[in-house]
C-alpha cells in the first residue's frame, strides 16, 4: 500500500511566521499535490508538482509556495502565516505511469494560525 | 475552481438502510472518483469509473455515470454505523496536450450519518 506521511498532525503558529508543511510518499510516484480543506468549500488544490524541481500553480497558490527537492518529498511553504491561512491542508501522490489511478492522501495537517 | 456539486450536502439514515449520493459537473471529464473521509483524518479512495463507464460496483458500493447529464451518483448499500464519514466526488479531466497529471476537481462532499 502506498504510504503519504505528513510530518505534524496539528500545527499552531504565529502570524507572520514561516511555517513548513512536509509531505513524504514511500511509492516513487511522480506526482504530488497540496490541498487546502475548509467547510463548506471541499478541497481546493494548492500547488502540484509532477517531477523534482517541477511545480505547477493549483486554484489558489497566493501566500504559498512549495519545494520538491528529492522525488520523495513535497514541501509547503507560508511565507508569512496570516491567520485565513487557518486551515487542514492535505497532500497526496500520484502514479501517472498506467491509465487512470486514483491519488493516496496523507492523513493531514491541522494548521492553527494565532 | 470546484466542478464538482455534491448532492445532499448531509445525509442522516438508520443502519441498514441505503444511502445514495449525488454529484454534478459542468466540464467533461475523463474520469469520475468517489472518496471517503472519516472525521479528522485523510481521503480514502473508494471507486473509480471512466468516461466510458456507465457503472461500476465494489463490495456494497455502486456508482453510476451519466456523461449526458454531466453526473454519478454513489450508493451505498446495507449502511452500516462505521459509513459514517464525508463523501467526495472528484472529477479528473485530460489538459491540453493530453495529460492531465492526476489533477482532480473535488465537490464539496456529503456528511452521511449511519444512527446504530
Known amino acids: 500500500d502506498v504510504k503519504v506521511t505528513q510530518s505534524s498532525r496539528y500545527l499552531v503558529k504565529r502570524t507572520g511566521e514561516k511555517v513548513f508543511l512536509e509531505c513524504v510518499q514511500d511509492m516513487d510516484h511522480e506526482n504530488m499535490f497540496w490541498y487546502r480543506q475548509d467547510p463548506g468549500l471541499g478541497l481546493r488544490l494548492i500547488y502540484f508538482s509532477y517531477d523534482v524541481k517541477m511545480k505547477e500553480k493549483g486554484d489558489i497558490p497566493e501566500g504559498y509556495s512549495v519545494s520538491r527537492e528529492k522525488k520523495e518529498r513535497f514541501s509547503l511553504i507560508l511565507e508569512s502565516a496570516s491567520t485565513n491561512q487557518t486551515s487542514m491542508y492535505l497532500c497526496?501522490?500520484?502514479?501517472?505511469?498506467?491509465?487512470?489511478?486514483?491519488?493516496?492522501f496523507g492523513d493531514g495537517t491541522r494548521l492553527s494560525i494565532l | 475552481s470546484q466542478q464538482g456539486e455534491e448532492d445532499p450536502q448531509a445525509l442522516s439514515i438508520q443502519e441498514g438502510e441505503n444511502a445514495t449520493m449525488n454529484c454534478s459537473y459542468k466540464t467533461s471529464i475523463n474520469n469520475l472518483q468517489w472518496y471517503r473521509q472519516n472525521s479528522g483524518r485523510g481521503l480514502v479512495h473508494l471507486i473509480l469509473?471512466?468516461?466510458?463507464?456507465r457503472e461500476k460496483h465494489s463490495g456494497r458500493l455502486r456508482v453510476t455515470l451519466d456523461t449526458s447529464k454531466k453526473s454519478s451518483s454513489l450508493l451505498i448499500t446495507a449502511s452500516r454505523a462505521a459509513d459514517t464519514a464525508s463523501y467526495f466526488c472528484?472529477?479528473?479531466?485530460?489538459?491540453?496536450?493530453?495529460?492531465?497529471?492526476?489533477?482532480?476537481?473535488f465537490g464539496q462532499g456529503t456528511i452521511l450519518t449511519v444512527h446504530p
Open positions: 497526496a501522490s500520484y502514479y501517472p505511469g498506467v491509465g487512470n489511478q486514483p491519488q493516496h
Open positions: 469509473i471512466r468516461s466510458n463507464e
Open positions: 472528484a472529477t479528473g479531466s485530460l489538459l491540453a496536450g493530453g495529460t492531465s497529471y492526476g489533477k482532480l476537481t
